[in-house]
């Protein structure tokens, strides 16, 4: 790769060889998948509600039968990465994706819908590290690298654009077409694939226990937190899920500091960066996911909107994701990432203040409006944690710190989905429960902006 600058006078343009290029887009491509297979889906909730029935847990359920195995198999997927090579972990998870899909598509009941979700956040799960691998190996130069993560991020944020309003589109004529736009997607994706440079394998043995224990906590955690809403939580199976969900936390992290292998290394956590940048992406995705799912039947169930019209309502919001991704990179690179993690993290606590304030007026104007704040800021802000994550790192470690980072995001955006939805759970106390859960979100952006202004540095970029 080019250096850059030849004299004083003179500057030369890095220009990116074809295969990194190549690499950049596939891999958004990837993030553009994962991602829309969250939004799209939330504006057919309501028709899939009516066929297949299952009320408000049914389909948090759907939501979180995607978003659970998706957070609990991340940190496998991480070691799997890191030992059969990124290029052929992303193919296995294409293909795992794309047969899901089917089985979403031609799903008869409640049940085989959700179970589909479940393998189709499991093929999430091995795709999105792997992603993020093939990027650290294409820009192996951390300026670059931290413009390819801007565009890697637009891969979301054009799913972002296109999720809600292709949602409520494909809806008004068949709530099963939200899955069915996956295959030519993973089949483009194979194709490019092909002209991937061939990535290196580590061998490593892999922590079956701690993969147990995770998948345990995680699955307890979300089975309480979503039970609890419709049950209350104290509701005897609440209480033992919290418990084992507890339990298992505990169980993890004694695993982790013992085995000679562990999914989770713990001296990842020695970094300042790293730890902070695991609060951001968690925080992101409880308000990203959150705002998704609750302004979604809020403008469908509330106020009546069809799922067209609703989907129509982020559009905005979406358009103005692709220029903070955009951006995102050149205020990272002029000012540090601490400025515009800060930045980003505030302004999407803004538009949550303002959807709380508005929220009884029943304006999807508003609520559009205030939604850019939250797409806008949120753009901004993660692709310089994304950097922070692969640069508190080795390069030889960049898939198991993507797995960690990736981990945090699904667990606060599971975790958004099971809360806010007991809070929403009658049309009764409907605005009173989005008021509060966007409360929550805003006070939570917040503390992880003031946080956040303390990163400084990549440690293995400058090679300190």
């Not at 956040?121 to 690298?145: C, H, Q």
């Not at 993660?382 to 198991?400: C, Y």
């Amino acid at each position: 790769m080019n250096t850059g600058i030849a004299s004083p006078s003179t500057t030369t343009v890095k220009v990116d060889p074809p295969r990194a290029r190549v690499t950049l887009v596939l891999a958004s491509m990837g993030f553009f998948l994962i991602t829309l297979d969250i939004l799209i889906v939330n504006l057919a909730l309501a028709k899939i509600g009516q066929e297949l029935g299952g009320g408000t847990i049914g389909r948090q359920w759907v939501i979180d039968g995607y978003t659970l195995p998706f957070a609990a198999l991340l940190l496998f997927a991480g070691n799997l990465s890191d030992r059969i090579g990124a290029k052929r972990a992303l193919g296995s998870g294409i293909v795992l994706f794309l047969f899901a899909s089917i089985g979403c598509a031609v799903a008869p009941s409640l049940g085989v819908l959700i179970a589909a979700r479940v393998v189709q956040g499991a093929g999430a799960a091995v795709m999105l590290p792997a992603s993020m691998a093939l990027i650290r190996e294409a820009f192996p130069d951390p300026r670059r690298r931290t413009h390819a993560l801007g565009i890697w991020a637009v891969g979301g944020a054009v799913a972002g654009a296109v999720g809600p309003l292709a949602g409520g589109l494909l809806t008004t004529v068949d709530w099963r077409l939200v899955f069915g736009i996956n295959l030519p997607v993973c089949i483009t994706m194979l194709v490019f694939l092909g002209f991937v440079a061939h990535s290196p394998k580590r061998p490593m043995p892999f922590d079956w226990a701690g993969q147990g224990a995770a998948l345990i906590a995680l699955t307890a955690l979300m089975f309480g937190l979503i039970t609890g809403g419709g049950q209350g939580f104290g509701h005897a199976s609440v209480i033992v899920s919290l418990v084992i969900a507890g339990v298992g936390v505990a169980g993890f992290l004694l695993i982790q500091a013992r085995v000679p292998h562990p999914m989770m290394p713990l001296d990842l956590f020695r970094s300042t960066g790293m730890r902070i940048a695991l609060l951001d992406g968690f925080v992101f995705m409880v308000g990203n996911f959150g705002s998704v799912f609750v302004v979604s039947l809020y403008l469908q169930q509330h106020l009546g909107l069809s799922p067209l019209l609703a989907g129509l309502v982020f559009l905005p919001a979406a358009a103005f994701s692709i220029t903070g991704n955009i951006i995102s990179g050149t205020l990272s690179n002029r000012f540090g990432p601490h400025m515009p993690i800060t930045l980003g993290l505030t302004v999407m606590a803004a538009g949550f203040i303002g959807l709380v304030t508005t929220a009884p007026m029943g304006s999807p104007v508003l609520a559009g409006l205030f939604l850019i704040f939250t797409g806008a800021g949120g753009a901004i802000a993660m692709p310089p944690v994304t950097a922070v994550v692969l640069s508190s790192v080795p390069a030889e470690r960049a898939g198991t710190a993507s797995a960690v980072f990736n981990t945090f995001r699904q667990i606060g955006g599971a975790v958004a989905i099971a809360v806010f939805g007991a809070l929403i759970a009658t049309l009764d106390t409907f605005v009173a429960g989005m008021q509060t859960s966007f409360t929550i979100a805003a006070a939570a952006l917040l503390l992880a902006a003031l946080v956040s202004l303390r990163i400084r540095t990549h440690r293995h970029d400058q090679g300190v």
